[in-house]
Each structure stands twice: as structure tokens, then as C-alpha cells.
């Protein structure tokens, strides 16, 4: 299991980053090669229960319950082309019909085969980040890549039924925006949530945000992103920085959160490198085992997690 020390000590946004990711790392960008951190062999603690509900409900049952399921196959297609043609790995046009399957059958296939593990992981980093008492209570997520509401459900049982929580889903494909959305409301409906208002764009450039900017601590979620073989990251930071002072002057955080082989974080030094340029400290850079329960069997999962924040800003612009 990852271990990022925990230990929540103050309110604020800050306090939660610096108290529960502390940084061994040597500075930002360093190419000297990845920290190791501390790790044990004890399994990762299992989901909440009222996501496991929620998930069997609204993704598992839907599967399994639908009249093209028959034995070895998932919406009359095997697992095997569910997972390499219907869903693409992660990486498909979602919004484009695949054989029979219509953009909202792939993506619930999606789910089904895949989401459970960037729940487990992005659990994982939320326990340690938020694992104390006191926690933001007024935070904004932007959550790039966001995928069928993973981030939101990942992070949404951290925090206590009064507080308020803005969520930014950001993904190209409308058809994840529409399942996210059904996750968002049966979570609702399952257990005593903050204050969640959802809000979903296809890039970060449409993002809507109408309210004033103010000193709301914001954290961007960056989760397998890095996985898509056309990311352009030079973009993608350039528009982050562009939308950041809509939100607001407050506390940003950026939790990047990926597979640890090579290929999947060959652009990480950029992405590093272009967060120092607009004053991001790299605070946690560390590659560690979770080791998941799937059935009898426990399997190991290799991931690389890395954290940056900035500052709050001295002057608030309005205009």
C-alpha cells in the first residue's frame, strides 16, 4: 500500500496538503529518478460500502441484468472485445456507436471493467490527503479526464453532509458526462453527501463558471490522463492556467495520479516543469503498491502519485 503520511491539523486547504503528503522529494523536476517511498503488503482497505452499493446498482447490475448478457459475454460481446474494441482500454471515441453498442453501452462497459480501479487508487490518495478531522469545507474540483464521475465519488466521502463541494468534470465524451451524471444522483440517494454541484464540460477552455472568483482551495485531479497518446500537455497546462482565475485567488492543489511504467509518464517532466514555470512546488513525487482484493485472489497495482500546490494569490481580481 502507498503510504503518504496523514494528519489534518488546520481548516484550510494548506493545511491538509502540508500535513497529509509530506515531501521527500528532492525539488521540483528532479531527474535524478523517482523516490521510492514506504511501503507495506497489506491489502487496500476496501471501498465504502455505500459505493460498493452504488456501483452494483447503477453499473455491475445494469451489465449483468441487460437481456444481451449471456454466459461469456457482456452486452453480446466477450470481455475481451468489451475491454479492447467497445471500451479502447480507456482510451476510445466514446461518443462514436462500436458495432451494436451505442456510446452509452460502451461507456457503462467502461465502468464496469475499469472504473473500480481508479476508485481503489484515488480512495487510496484521498485518505491520506483529507485523513484527519478537519477538512476544506468549501473546495472546488476540477477533475480532468474526469470519466464517468470517478474523482467526484473517490473524494465526495471525505467530507462531512454540511459541507459544500463544486465538482468540474472535465471529458471529451458526452456520454461520460451522462453517466457521470446518474452516479452523481444515486450517490445522493445512497448515503448523506456534501453539498455536491456538478458541472461538466468537453475541454477545459468551455468550463462554466459563473460565480464570483474568491479564495476557494482548489484541487485539480489529473488521473491517467497522461494514459492518452494525444495529450498535448503544453495545452492542457495553458488552459489550466487560464481557468484557474476564473475560480479564484485560493490555494491550488494538483494530485497526479498515473501508472508507474515509463511510456505512461514520458511527458510527466514537462507537465512538471510547466506547473514551476506558473509557481507550483512539486511536494510528493513517489511510485507505490496497492494490493486490491478481486475475489479470492490479491492483486498488486504499481501506480506513481505525484503532488503540487500553489499558494493562495495576494490580490483577488474581479473584474
Not at 501508472?259 to 510547466?274: G, K, V, W, Y
Request: charged content about 25%; aromatic content about 8%; glycine content about 10%.
Amino acid at each position: 500500500m502507498l503510504c503518504l503520511h496523514s494528519g489534518l491539523d488546520a481548516s484550510d486547504m494548506r493545511a491538509a496538503v502540508e500535513a497529509g503528503f509530506r515531501a521527500s522529494a528532492s525539488g521540483p523536476c528532479d531527474e535524478g529518478g523517482l523516490g521510492a517511498g514506504e511501503f507495506s503488503g497489506e491489502p487496500n482497505p476496501m471501498l465504502p460500502k455505500w459505493l460498493r452499493r452504488l456501483r452494483r446498482s447503477e453499473v455491475t447490475d445494469r451489465v449483468m441484468n441487460d437481456p444481451r448478457t449471456t454466459m461469456g459475454t457482456v452486452l453480446g460481446v466477450s470481455p475481451d472485445e468489451a475491454k479492447r474494441g467497445a471500451a479502447g482500454w480507456g482510451q476510445a471515441d466514446f461518443d462514436e456507436p462500436w458495432r451494436d453498442l451505442s456510446p452509452d453501452d460502451r461507456v457503462l462497459l467502461y465502468a464496469h471493467f475499469f472504473q473500480l480501479g481508479h476508485l481503489e487508487e484515488l480512495v487510496t490518495a484521498f485518505g491520506r490527503l483529507f485523513g484527519g478531522t478537519d477538512r476544506p469545507r468549501d473546495l472546488i474540483v476540477v477533475d480532468l479526464g474526469c470519466g464517468p464521475f470517478t474523482g467526484g465519488l473517490a473524494i465526495a466521502g471525505r467530507f462531512d453532509e454540511d459541507a459544500r463541494l463544486d465538482y468540474v468534470g472535465v471529458d471529451r465524451s458526452q456520454a461520460m458526462h451522462r453517466l457521470g451524471a446518474r452516479l452523481a444522483l444515486a450517490a445522493e440517494q445512497v448515503h448523506e453527501l456534501p453539498r455536491i454541484r456538478c458541472r461538466w464540460a468537453t475541454n477545459i477552455q468551455t468550463v462554466p463558471w459563473d460565480d464570483r472568483p474568491g479564495w476557494r482551495p482548489v484541487l485539480v485531479i489529473v488521473s491517467y490522463l497522461f494514459a492518452s497518446p494525444t495529450l498535448d500537455v503544453e495545452t492542457l497546462v495553458a488552459d489550466l492556467d487560464e481557468l484557474l482565475p476564473r475560480l479564484g485567488r485560493g490555494l491550488v492543489s494538483v494530485l497526479y495520479t498515473n501508472s508507474a511504467r515509463d511510456d505512461a509518464n514520458r511527458q510527466f517532466l514537462i507537465f512538471c516543469s510547466m506547473l514551476h514555470d506558473r509557481g507550483f512546488e512539486l511536494q510528493v513525487d513517489e511510485v507505490g503498491d496497492i494490493d486490491v482484493e478481486r475475489g479470492p485472489a490479491v492483486k498488486n497495482r504499481r501506480l506513481r502519485y505525484a503532488l503540487f500546490h500553489r499558494p493562495s494569490r495576494k490580490t483577488l481580481r474581479l473584474g
